[in-house]
């Protein structure tokens, strides 16, 4: 059974960096795309990043790239991948809930899944 946890959310300035994580196990190759989605109050949710587990590559989205890194560490035979996303001088407008999924994708510009969600971890910018 797949299962995906976030963590790492919270209170920053703006200007501040967090790191979030995301623990996803239960999946094989099966689900070779892992990545982060954010949602706004009152805007729909917005995929941002996603990493190949097999190769390493990486794919953003224009409002966040060159201010956030998706990196994974997936240890060999382990039945648990981590995900990070490094978010740095954060704005206001990145407050929202970041999701971690899977089976996520690069389709005509825009990152997508339709894969498995975690439940979200909070993230604010406000000074």
């Known amino acids: 059974q797949v299962q995906v946890a976030e963590s790492g959310g919270g209170l920053v300035q703006p200007g501040g960096s967090l790191r979030l994580s995301c623990a996803a196990s239960g999946f094989t190759l099966d689900y070779p795309m892992i990545g ?8 729909e949710r917005e995929g941002l990043s996603c990493i190949s587990f097999s190769d ?3 794919y953003y989205a224009e409002s966040v790239k060159g201010r956030f890194t998706i990196s994974r560490n997936s ?9 990070y ?3 740095n001088n954060l ?5 929202a809930v970041y999701y971690c999924v899977t089976d996520c994708r690069l389709s005509r ?14 993230v604010t910018v406000s000074s």
Do not use: C
């Open 36 to 43: 982060w989605f954010r949602q706004a109050p009152g805007k």
């Open 91 to 95: 704005k206001p407008e990145d407050t």
């Open 109 to 122: 510009g825009l990152i997508v899944t339709k894969g498995y969600w975690g439940q979200g971890t909070q």
């Open 75 to 83: 240890a060999r035979n382990s039945a648990q991948n981590t995900v």
């Open 85 to 87: 996303l490094q978010m």
């Open 56 to 58: 390493g590559n990486t």
